[in-house]
Every structure is written in structure tokens, then in C-alpha cells.
């Protein structure tokens, strides 16, 4: 069980908006700690999507964009296109860890 | 040019050792925070563990999972992290990623780039 819960799979029609979340504690996103956002493609390895909260990447179209409030974090895929899907994952740090840790993923699907 | 490239996967059997590498290039090592991730076949990213730099004493951490088993060192001579692994068990069974720490404040990071993963089967 992850310690940032993310919603196993989310889905939408070309050109729809999706939302993921990303829920976390007051160990981690809860207590300020920044959260980042990672696509992975399927057989390749994670890529950056947004990191500190809300900033992308030069490369990562602005259809990305990402957001914080309390202990709750969320990605907001707009305009999907089919080359959208793939897993993404959260990530933060947990204070009473002391580890970075990160979400389930979710499965972004494409219908 | 891919900045970070793992090596040394490969089947191993419970209870075994085998250390990975994680050679870097295109960027400068010696002030680098590197970390390992995992991700065991169909699941999610677990995070390993992390050596800093030098300035920093090549300060270590590690996840719960693999404290007392994996050790993380670093020869900034030859810019390569190593990830060596003990009493191996299957749940151990992943493919591992090396990355490095991105940001001013460790706790804040994010992990980029990535290397292309090495796969370790911890299999009798």
C-alpha cells in the first residue's frame, strides 16, 4: 500500500480533460513537502511531467499542469491525445519515513 | 548520450548478492545526489535509497524494505554509483532505475534524468 494514494486508472475521449489525484498526509504533502508528477510510457522508464507542484519541464506541452491544496495534490491532463497514455506517478517526501515516496500510479487510458 | 546507464542485473537466487552500477555522464557527478528506484514487474516506483556528494559526505538513506540489506556507495573518479544488494529475496525481483536528485533542497527534489533500468530476478 503506497503512502500517496492515486486512483488505480483514469479515462477519457480525445480532447477531453482528465484529473488524477494524489492524496497524501500531514507527513508528506500535508507538511508542505513539494510533489512531483512522473508519465511513464509503457517499456520505458519515468520522465519528469512537473516538479515543485506546478512547474514544467521545457519540452512538457502546456496541456500538463499540476497543482497543490493541504494534503492533496492533482494532474491535469487537457486536450488528451492518444500519445497521453501511460502511468503516472506522484512523488513527494515523508518526514516520518525519511524517505521519498510515491503513489500508486494511474493508468491513464485513451478511449 | 544517455546521462545514466545501469548494469549488473541479471538472475540471482534467494539469499544471493549482486551490485549494480550506475555510470553517468553529461553532467557533473561529483556534485550529485543519486538514487535508486525499483519497480517490480507489473507494480509501481519504490524508492531504494540515495548517496550525496562529497560537500555532503556521501551521506546515505534508504527505504524500510532495504535497510540492512542494499548499501549505495560512489567512486566519483570513474562518475559511477553502485547499489549492492544482500540477502536478496524475491520480493526483490525489479527492474532498478538510478537517478539523480534535481532542486536545491533534498527533501523538495525531483529525479531527473533516468537511466533505461537494469533488471534484477531474484529467482530459484
Not at chain 2, 550529485?32 to 556528494?53: C, D, F, Y
Not at chain 2, 524500510?64 to 540489506?69: D, F, H, I, L, P
Amino acid at each position: 500500500q503506497s503512502v500517496l494514494t492515486q486512483p488505480p486508472s483514469v479515462s477519457g475521449a480525445p480532447g477531453q480533460r482528465v484529473t488524477i489525484t494524489c492524496t497524501g498526509s500531514r507527513s508528506n504533502i500535508g507538511a508542505d513537502y513539494d510533489v512531483n508528477w512522473y508519465q511513464q510510457l509503457p517499456g520505458t522508464a519515468p520522465k519528469v511531467l512537473i516538479y515543485g507542484n506546478n512547474n514544467r519541464p521545457s519540452g512538457v506541452p502546456d496541456r500538463f499542469s499540476g497543482s497543490k491544496s493541504g494534503a492533496s495534490a492533482s494532474l491535469a491532463i487537457t486536450g488528451l491525445q492518444a500519445e497521453d497514455e501511460a502511468d503516472y506517478y506522484c512523488q513527494s517526501f515523508d518526514s516520518r519515513l525519511s524517505a521519498w515516496v510515491f503513489g500508486g500510479g494511474t493508468k491513464v487510458t485513451v478511449l | 548520450e544517455v546521462p545514466l546507464v545501469e548494469s549488473g542485473g541479471g538472475l540471482v537466487q534467494p539469499g544471493g548478492s549482486l551490485t549494480l552500477s550506475c555510470t553517468v555522464s553529461g553532467f557533473i557527478f561529483s556534485a550529485s545526489t543519486i538514487h535508486w528506484v525499483r519497480q517490480a514487474p507489473g507494480k509501481g516506483l519504490e524508492w531504494v535509497g540515495r548517496i550525496r556528494g562529497e560537500a555532503n559526505s556521501y551521506a546515505t538513506a534508504y527505504g524500510a524494505s532495504v535497510k540492512g540489506r542494499f548499501t549505495i556507495s560512489r567512486d566519483d573518479s570513474k562518475t559511477t554509483a553502485y547499489l549492492q544488494m544482500k540477502s536478496l529475496k524475491t520480493d526483490d525481483t525489479a527492474v532498478y532505475y538510478c537517478t539523480r536528485a534535481s532542486g536545491y533542497y533534498q527533501a523538495s527534489a525531483w529525479f531527473d534524468p533516468w537511466g533505461q533500468g537494469t533488471l534484477v530476478t531474484v529467482s530459484s
